[in-house]
Nanobody, 126 residues
Framework: QVQLVESGGGLVQAGGSLRLSCAASGRSFSNNVMGWFRQAPGKEREFVAAISRSGVSTDYGDSVRGRFAISRDNTKNTVYLQMNSLKPEDTAVYYC???????????????????WGQGTQVTVSS
């Protein structure tokens, strides 16, 4: 089992930055592909970013590529999402997710992730 706890959300003006953190429990964090997703009211959960177990490979959703950066520190069992040039349309609840260690590939599909955090709210004002 992997437990995930997000932090770092809040209210920011358009053009600003936030860094989200996701702390994971368990001894096998370095064996888990990690991802960030977001969900706005009335919309489906949207892929934001994913990172490989080593941190070498990353993938981004089209709407955030070039503005957001995912990273991880396996010594701290933590994955991060640096969000720059924020826009009002980035407003959503942001979720951290982990794939079971048997899966080694990145994925943009929420159903391919086995563990989820409770989410953290990000609100971008215009």
């Amino acid at each position: 089992q992997v437990q995930l706890v997000e932090s770092g959300g809040g209210l920011v003006q358009a053009g600003g930055s936030l860094r989200l953190s996701c702390a994971a429990s368990g001894r096998s964090f370095s064996n888990n592909v990690m991802g960030w997703f977001r969900q706005a009211p009335g919309k489906e959960r949207e892929f934001v970013a994913a990172i490989s177990r080593s941190g070498v490979s990353t993938d981004y959703g089209d709407s955030v590529r070039g503005r957001f950066a995912i990273s991880r520190d396996n010594t701290k069992n933590t994955v991060y999402l640096q969000m720059n040039s924020l826009k009002p349309e980035d407003t959503a609840v942001y979720y951290c997710a982990a794939r079971r260690s048997v899966w080694t590939t990145l994925s943009r599909v929420p159903g391919n992730y086995d563990y989820w955090g409770q989410g953290t709210q990000v609100t971008v004002s215009s």
